[in-house]
């Protein structure tokens, strides 16, 4: 009776843990992506151990009611006890296993700040239905960026900054209407951005500095009416700025310095709610816009190393605020105006210029 008792029980036993744990197919794949990885120093995969993948693994979140996994969340910058007693921040080597598609219900995939991880991102990874998060900055990613990655429409935030990234933007990627955070900062993408770029309606950040992209900028970026922060620069984008960036409600920061952008400085520019504007290091030419007044409020304005002519603007004087200014670098001529803000101006605002004077330059 005794041993029947005990064969009853642990029968009972087994199915609640089968019950509780994660699938089984869940921690294979699991296990899969982890063979796929060295971390030499942390031992952060030390807890992946036993049957249920949901309890005390490091860096795995799951659903409470279908114990499938949701979350993988691996930083290899935290502030997690492991990396604080180690007193390093992480560093892991090898390739992101497309074991990891099998997760069908993952909701993030963060695995960033590695340093070492290398190969190329799963082209599995675009039939992950209800993936929102896929942040794989800091590594040595290389190879594109998935073609389908128009597929994942629940898709909020792509980070791949600081990879070896190459070709060029997919096509597909305009489709992700929920896409709210694009990072694609330093890496080795080239081509053009698409033209219907403006498609993503959502999008609040635009990073895409550092890259090798080329053509013009799309006009419909000005579409995106929720843009904050756009930054192009250091790539080699060509062509006119669009005037109806200075157009857009929201957008506050517009980075396009180190391109190969011509022509004039765009009127809208100067009265629109852009606050940090850098232009620098372009090829643009013509005189600074006259069109200063009470709704140019700029905590920074770079306009330095240009091809800028003719007089600094006397309706500067008459802007809201700017705190950083800097003309240097272009072929300006004439008396700088006295006031706000050049009466807080160093000369190095000023120099390399054809025929500037006074304060804080030499006298007229």
């Known amino acids: 009776m005794a041993l029947k008792l005990f064969i009853i029980a642990t029968v009972v036993l ?4 089968t019950v509780a744990s994660c699938p089984p197919t869940d921690r294979e794949a699991l296990l899969a992506f982890r063979s796929a990885l060295h971390e030499p120093y942390l031992g952060i995969f030390n807890s992946w151990s036993g049957y249920d993948c949901c309890h005390n693994w490091y860096g795995v979140s799951c659903d409470p009611e279908t114990r499938r996994v949701a979350d993988i969340n691996l930083r290899g910058e935290s502030e997690d006890p492991i990396f604080e007693r180690a007193g390093r921040t992480g560093y892991m080597t090898g390739t992101i296993s497309p074991a990891i598609c099998k ?3 993952l909701s993030s995939i963060i695995i960033a700040d590695w340093k070492g991880i290398s190969g190329e991102i799963p082209t599995c990874i675009t039939s992950l239905p209800f993936l929102r998060i896929l942040d794989l900055i800091g590594n040595k990613l290389s190879g594109p960026i998935p073609a389908g990655i128009g597929r994942l429409q629940r898709l909020t935030v792509l980070n791949v900054a600081d990879n070896l990234i190459s070709a060029t933007i997919p096509s597909s990627l305009t489709r992700i209407s929920t896409l709210t955070h694009l990072d694609l900062r330093n890496n080795r993408i080239s081509g053009e951005l698409p033209r219907d770029f403006g498609r993503l309606g959502m999008l609040s950040r635009a990073l895409l500095s550092r890259n090798q992209f080329s053509g013009t900028i799309p006009s419909s970026i000005s579409n995106i ?14 062509g006119q700025i669009p005037a109806s960036l200075g157009k857009m409600a929201v957008l506050s920061t517009l980075n396009l310095d180190g391109n190969l952008i011509s022509g004039q400085i765009p009127i809208t520019l100067i009265n629109s709610a852009v606050s940090i504007l850098n ?6 030419d013509g005189e600074i816009p006259d069109a200063f007044g009470q709704g140019s409020y700029f905590t920074s304005l770079d306009l330095s190393y240009n091809k800028l002519r003719g007089p ?23 008396r700088i105006p006295g006031g706000s803000p050049f009466d807080h101006l160093e000369a190095s605002s000023f120099v390399y210029n054809d025929c500037l004077c006074g304060k804080p330059l030499r006298a007229c």
């Not at 232009?279 to 643009?284: D, G, H, Y």
């Not at 004087?317 to 200014?325: N, S, W």
């Open 14 to 17: 087994a199915g609640a843990v």
């Open 103 to 105: 997760l069908r219900r």
């Open 225 to 238: 009416y929720r843009l904050a922060d756009l930054d192009l620069s250091l790539n080699r984008f060509s």
């Open 279 to 284: 232009l620098s290091r372009n090829a643009l």
């Open 312 to 334: 600094i603007p006397k309706s500067m004087a008459g802007a809201a605020y700017i705190g950083h200014l800097d003309l240097s670098h272009n072929h300006l001529c004439g």
